[in-house]
């Protein structure tokens, strides 16, 4: 087990005066509840913060974690500086080594020796650390180091690593922490809603918003810690992230429950499972308070809901006419399920995930999804600057399963999505000669159950939560160690996918019989690949590959998807402003203005 | 010319203090960019480092940087600070001041005491570095080659503006000062080769018929003959300064990273994914393998001794330096095993 992931069974919770409700899925918190009052919430909250905080404060694994939490709780100062100090003399890991090291000192920076205050200060100078190529990276160096240019100012550049000086490092390092919340907040986040990174961005704004010296800073950290976690919220079920992601691994993309993002559902949403990470000590020993709307918000599943969103694209370099293009992504939000999907196409390099169902049944296994496997040197060229061919040998090297044919991580550009609330329809018009010719499909074994119908449909149960799924094409079915694969080996391709829980459609069977009477008509020619259906609800979907999507006779354009819409988050392209409602609370970022209204 | 270790540059300046910039212009041309060349007697080598095999972003082994070497020698020594991802080297030495840079991931890095201490001149919008160019003559000049344009500062790093009027994509691998005057400069970009007489100011399409560019090179002797290369459409050669471009023999779709010549331009080579050494002795004209590089997947960097045109250095796509001393007929390790090896050079 990774050390830094603890699963804390109901019982160990219990055990631990961690009050977990009776009636909700294992583990989830009795606060999990939407209506539960502010001083409910801060207890239930606080009590998870403290069994973080007390399991890091002690443990004796000896790193940033352990001495920060020494430091936040006062216990045993000497051994979290000698902690500190061991550690310090082997600084690696660029810049998650960053927010670490400075997370610690700003927890114990009052207590701690003047040895070990010299050691840091020591390593700020000597240690390189690298700013990294990914977005999720720069906020941590940044943040980072825009918070140890306040500690350390007025040194010359011989005193830091980058031999700039505190004032320079820290206008360089604001200057880019401001322009990423502009874009934002504009077009849309760019490593958008990635159950694995959401925390590298989440721990960067809470070191901004507890420890910013700078008033301007510290409520932007706040405000886009607000920002991240509400993202997240009315996209969570149980703790999960619903839908597409812009970047997610192997295996967590077949079990959504641990992911890192998962540690921060419990911590502030009380949802989930029971979880201590060392992705959430720094903010559960931090002052940051979730805003109640957030959490009714997380926590209120009474009514089903679409949620639309915008995000961007991370920066294109090659083969592009814009450098960030925009995403459309679509969830429909249920309490025992979500589906959701990004509209295809390659819209992130390596771990993309286009589109999925999650649910609340059977952990961990609580997904269905599909892709079409594809790598490529043309893919890698978009978003990396090194030369071409040489980079699929250079991300196996890190990310073992991209060129791997059975992978279940990844975009394709020959994928395309059309959802409309809890139905959705995926083509696929593979250019011959790709990598893979095929399309695959997963399915837990877990499910109550599979079956391959005569009428063409597969229809499954997971708890209260049913799915239909149409292959387009024929395909095989192998059992492997987690799920069954369903793989069809066709280029013109797809399927379309019904979900209905038990409270929309009533049993299993009636669900399976109205489905019987629903054929896709699908055009599957080269260039000519399209599919005509009417849903269980009675709407006629049309979806020509790529782009041309109509419902009920009606244009469906993507162009038009706000940064945000749905019942609780309203945010306008270019606004930088996001209003957030839940009945009659109201709360609105404004980063223009650096405004929190209510 | 060169008169006892001081560059022409430096004689410039020189008898700009002297005589002020109207005598110094009747003694040297204050446009001609190209620097002396070392003399190998007393230089060392320097290799950018990009990465270790099996480096991650965040989980480094660190190891990558500026390294520096003696000639003749497997030993190699860092002098930057490690963790620094390097595309690429250059340096500025007028005969009174010596930089040496670094492209990398995090900015240019500048040294003013010879590898000791360093200074990134860059900020966050001006990042990923691909290619360094100083002005020779005046320091607080510098050229950036970026994925997301040209860039250039005039006031010694202190800012930095994009450059890319004429160019409609942004993606610039490297970027070419012509040795005969330091205001035209060629950049190796998405749709073309470019080409500025203006430092930097405008761009014009030089008609290459290339994509993707990836590899520039003047004739040393005759900078009017150009080679250019890049994705999969093999080399293209102008020798009338990019009026006219053909294609060179024996390369038809291989793609190139690097060009390298004999001091005396008599012997090229080039090198590239999968294409192992190539070698040229007509001025990049047709072109033949030296070597195949058993085992070695691409090769990004070349040198050639400037007094021994026999003595050949390749810096490889993870297997560290290569050399030959037979004009590449046998080949030994030279360092750096497990490393990228972006660049090589000979530097005082």
Redesign the interface.
């Known amino acids: 087990m990774n050390r830094n992931r603890v699963i804390l069974p109901a019982l160990a919770a219990t055990l631990l005066g961690l009050p977990v409700s009776a009636g909700g899925a294992s583990g989830t918190a009795a606060d999990a509840r939407s209506n539960v009052s502010r001083a409910e919430y801060l207890r239930g909250y606080q009590q998870r913060a403290q069994v973080i905080a007390s399991y890091y404060d002690t443990s004796m694994a000896g790193d940033y974690y352990c001495a920060a939490a020494r430091y936040a709780s006062g216990k045993d100062i000497r051994t979290a500086d000698s902690m500190f100090v061991a550690a310090l003399k082997r600084p690696?890991?660029?810049?998650?080594w960053m927010f670490s090291c400075i997370g610690a000192y700003l927890n114990g920076k009052d207590r701690m020796s003047p040895e070990t205050k010299a050691a840091v200060r020591n390593a700020w100078k000597t240690y390189?650390?690298?700013?990294?190529?990914?977005e999720n990276?720069?906020a941590m160096y940044?943040s980072s180091l825009f918070l140890a240019s306040e500690q350390w100012p007025g040194l010359p550049?011989?005193e830091w690593?980058?031999?700039?000086s505190s004032e320079e490092n820290r206008a360089?390092?604001k200057?880019?922490l401001i322009?990423w919340m502009e874009i934002a907040t504009t077009i849309g986040q760019g490593e958008f809603d990635t159950p694995h990174y959401f925390t590298e961005y989440a721990v960067s704004m809470s070191l901004l918003a507890d420890f910013a010296k700078d008033p301007d800073m510290k409520q932007r950290g706040k405000m886009m810690l607000d920002y991240l976690l509400v993202d997240f919220a009315d996209e969570q079920l149980d703790g999960q992230y619903l839908g597409g992601y812009s970047r997610i691994y192997q295996p967590e993309v077949y079990m959504p429950i641990t992911c890192p993002a998962s540690a921060f559902a419990w911590l502030y949403f009380g949802t989930g499972e029971p979880v201590v990470s060392y992705w959430v000590l720094l903010p559960a020993i931090g002052e940051y308070r979730l805003p109640q709307i957030i959490h009714r918000i997380a926590t209120d599943r009474s009514r089903s809901y679409v949620e639309r969103e915008r995000k961007r694209v991370r920066?294109v370099?090659?083969?592009g006419k814009e450098?960030n293009p925009p995403v459309y992504k679509y969830t429909y939000v249920t309490k025992e399920y979500g589906i959701g999907s990004l509209q295809g196409g390659l819209l992130q390099p390596i771990q993309q995930h286009t589109w999925g169902i999650q649910y609340t049944y059977g952990r961990p296994f609580t997904t269905i999804f599909g892709l079409h496997p594809y790598w490529s040197s043309y893919e890698l060229g978009m978003f990396f600057?090194?030369?071409?061919?040489?980079l699929i040998?250079?991300v196996v090297?890190?990310k073992g399963t991209y060129n791997n044919p059975d992978k279940w991580t990844g975009g394709s550009p020959f994928e395309r999505t059309f959802q409309y609330r809890n139905t959705l329809i995926v083509l696929y018009d593979i250019e011959p000669g790709t990598m893979t010719e095929h399309i695959d499909g997963f399915f837990p074994r877990n499910l109550q159950e599979r079956v391959a119908d005569s009428s063409g449909w597969v229809f499954c149960k997971a708890g209260d939560t049913y799915i239909g799924w149409y292959p387009l094409q024929a395909g095989v079915w192998t059992q492997e160690a987690d799920n069954w694969r369903f793989r069809s080996n066709h280029l013109r391709n797809g399927e379309v996918v019904e979900v209905r829980s038990k409270s929309e459609i009533g049993s299993f069977e009636k669900f399976c019989g109205a489905l019987r009477l629903r054929r896709p008509g699908a055009e599957l020619e080269p260039g000519n690949v399209a599919v005509e259906y009417t849903t269980l609800g009675g709407d006629r979907m049309n979806f020509r590959f790529p782009g041309r999507r109509t419902l009920n006779g009606k244009n469906v354009d993507l162009t038009k998807t706000p940064l945000f819409d749905g019942p609780f988050l309203h945010a306008a392209v270019g606004s930088q402003k996001l209003s957030i409602t839940y009945g009659k609370e109201k709360l609105n970022l404004d980063f223009k203005q650096l405004t929190i209204t209510e | 010319m060169n008169f006892t270790g001081i560059s022409r540059p430096g004689w410039t300046l020189i008898l700009r203090m002297l005589f002020g910039p109207a005598l110094a212009l009747m003694f040297f041309d204050p446009l001609v960019a190209q620097p002396a060349p070392p003399k190998a007697e007393g230089s060392r080598l320097f290799a950018a480092v990009f990465i270790v095999r099996g480096s991650v972003s965040g989980n480094a082994t660190g190891g990558y940087g500026l390294y520096v070497g003696a000639q003749n020698d497997t030993v190699w020594t860092r002098i930057s600070r490690s963790s620094t991802l390097t595309f690429g080297l250059a340096l500025f030495d007028n005969g009174r001041t010596r930089r040496y840079y670094m492209a990398a991931g995090n900015g240019v890095h500048r040294s003013t005491d010879g590898g000791k201490s360093w200074k990134i001149l860059t900020s966050w919008r001006t990042e990923e570095i691909l290619c360094v160019v100083p002005d020779p003559v005046d320091s607080s000049v510098i050229y950036v080659a970026t994925p997301f344009g040209v860039f250039k500062t005039v006031d010694d790093g202190a800012t930095w503006e994009k450059k890319m009027n004429g160019i409609p994509a942004w993606f610039i691998q490297r970027i070419l000062m012509d040795p005969r005057d330091r205001r035209t400069l060629y950049a190796a970009a998405q749709t073309d080769v470019f080409r500025t007489t203006d430092a930097g100011e405008h761009w014009q399409a030089m008609g290459s018929g290339l994509e993707q560019v990836l590899a520039l090179m003047q004739m040393p002797q005759d900078p009017g003959v150009m080679l250019a290369a890049g994705e999969l459409k093999g080399i293209r050669r102008t020798t009338d300064g990019g009026k006219t471009w053909s294609a060179a023999r024996g390369v038809d779709s291989a793609i190139i990273y690097t060009f390298r010549s004999s001091r005396d331009g008599n012997e090229v080579y080039a090198a590239g994914w999968k294409t192992g050494l190539l070698g040229s002795s007509d001025q990049g004209a047709s072109w033949h393998q030296v070597w195949p590089a058993p085992g070695i997947d691409a090769i990004y960097s070349l040198f050639v001794y400037p007094d021994d045109p026999a003595h050949l250095l390749v810096g490889t796509v993870g297997d560290g330096i290569e050399e030959s001393l037979d004009h590449g007929v046998t080949w030994r390790s030279a360092g750096l095993p497990g490393t990228q090896v972006k660049q090589i050079e000979l530097y005082p």
Do not use: C, L, V
Request: aromatic letters at 18%; a negative charge.
């Open positions: 690696g890991g660029d810049m998650f390189a650390p690298y700013r990294g190529d990914t990276h720069w940044y550049g011989s690593y980058n031999g700039k360089d390092a200057d880019y322009h920066n370099i090659r083969f450098k600057p090194e030369e071409i061919k040489p040998a250079d090297g890190s």
